[in-house]
């Protein structure tokens, strides 16, 4: 990849990214490993794309890292996802703030632990005012519960009924003040959104590849937002011209 092709596609690039990072066991079993190995492989992946993400122009980055669902796994796999988060907030959060990445969180708190959960917020905090890119963390997120979450909160507001409109409701989700996702990326090989960003992701380009989340590397960002910048986005109106 030339730095002209970099430079072309920038313009094109999506503004929010939106990416399920899927295939992390498999990749592991793939190798005959256990699957946490492949959590820390696809852990360290992150910063990877993270760096391709900035060169390509993305402004906001979704990861879905863990899901509201993803409780339902073995103990031991959950603590390895906990630990995973934990220590990467401890090792890298101040190379991340050095280089201008905005933290945030999207998911509930309720569930973590104490010491994690003070890591988010500390993370949040220290890199609030940073605007090269933003790292959105899907942790503990699911979809329904987001908009229930919205709800719920609307209704101890005491909204008035005729006053929910979508921008109201889109104020009360976790992405508040973040733009919709325009492109999403599922690695692993699955075609579905497993409760990710159900709202946001109304009108976004969808891309899935097989390739395990581990693999997907700056290549296969660029090949994915290459396909993104080739699609007719309509928003359901008839294209003029
Ligand atoms: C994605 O990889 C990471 C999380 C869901 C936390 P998986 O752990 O789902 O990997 P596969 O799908 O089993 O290969
Ligand atoms: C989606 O992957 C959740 C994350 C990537 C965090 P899963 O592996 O949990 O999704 P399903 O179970 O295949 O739908
Ligand atoms: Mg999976």
Do not use: C
């Amino acid at each position: 990849m030339s730095q002209d092709d970099t430079m072309d596609h920038a313009a094109r690039a999506p503004v929010h990214l939106g990416i399920i990072m899927d295939g992390n066991g498999r990749w592991a079993q793939q190798r005959g490993q256990p699957r946490f190995m492949g959590h820390r492989a696809g852990t360290t992946n992150i910063r990877r794309v993270l760096e391709a993400s900035v060169t390509f122009g993305i402004k906001v980055l979704t990861i879905y890292a863990f899901s509201t669902e993803n409780w339902a796994r073995p103990p031991a796999e959950v603590r390895t996802l906990m630990q995973l988060l934990s220590r990467s907030l401890n090792d890298q959060m101040g190379e991340l703030h050095a280089n201008g990445v905005q933290i945030r969180h999207s998911g509930s708190l309720v569930g973590i632990s104490d010491t994690l959960r003070r890591q988010i917020l500390a993370a949040l905090e220290l890199t609030r005012h940073n605007t090269r890119i933003v790292l959105n963390v899907a942790f503990n997120y699911g979809g329904r519960a987001e908009i229930i979450d919205a709800v719920q909160r609307l209704m101890a507001d005491h909204v008035p009924p005729d006053q929910v409109s979508e921008d109201l409701l889109g104020d009360y989700l976790y992405t508040h003040g973040l733009p919709d996702p325009d492109l999403i990326i599922r690695t692993g090989g699955e075609y579905r959104l497993s409760n990710f960003l159900i709202w946001q992701a109304a009108y976004a380009e969808y891309y899935a590849t097989p390739t395990y989340w581990p693999d997907f590397d700056e290549g296969e960002l660029y090949r994915a937002i290459v396909t993104y910048s080739e699609r007719d986005r309509r928003f359901g109106k008839v294209k003029v011209g």
